[in-house]
């Protein structure tokens, strides 16, 4: 078993529930965390018996952007619920999403969910 991550993946799209949320872009901070067995790519050095973090970011910026999500909560399952459809040997998903701008007086505010196979 091992872990890849991607650690303040930047995704600028439209996020939020009020009226100029709705209509400007705003940027997201997303660290994720997958445990799955990579045993076999180990052995092969082939990106294909693997979780390539590449696509990973690819496919999250793509949900985002096309999304257009009110709630960073609802970004974070949908994102989920994607990457354990993608990726069926995840065993673990960790995932934070950070609103960096949204609140003056706080560094950002966050969502973390973590979710494993039986939770689909």
């Known amino acids: 078993m091992g872990t890849i991550g991607i650690k303040d993946l930047k995704i600028t799209c439209i996020i939020g529930i009020y009226p100029a949320e709705r209509t400007t872009t705003q940027t997201l901070l997303l660290d994720i965390e997958i445990d799955y067995p990579f045993s076999t790519a180990v052995m092969s050095e082939d990106i294909t018996q693997t979780i390539d973090y590449a696509k990973v970011a690819e496919q999250l910026t793509e949900l985002a952007v096309t999304g257009r999500y009110q709630l960073i909560e609802t970004l974070a399952e ?43």
Not at 81 to 102: E, G, M, S, V
Request: glycine letters at 0%.
């Open 78 to 120: 949908h994102a989920a619920q994607l990457l354990f459809k993608t990726y069926p040997h995840i065993q673990r998903l960790r995932l934070d999403i950070k609103k960096p701008n949204a609140l003056p007086a706080a560094t950002y505010p966050y969502v973390r969910l973590e979710r494993f196979p039986h939770s689909y």
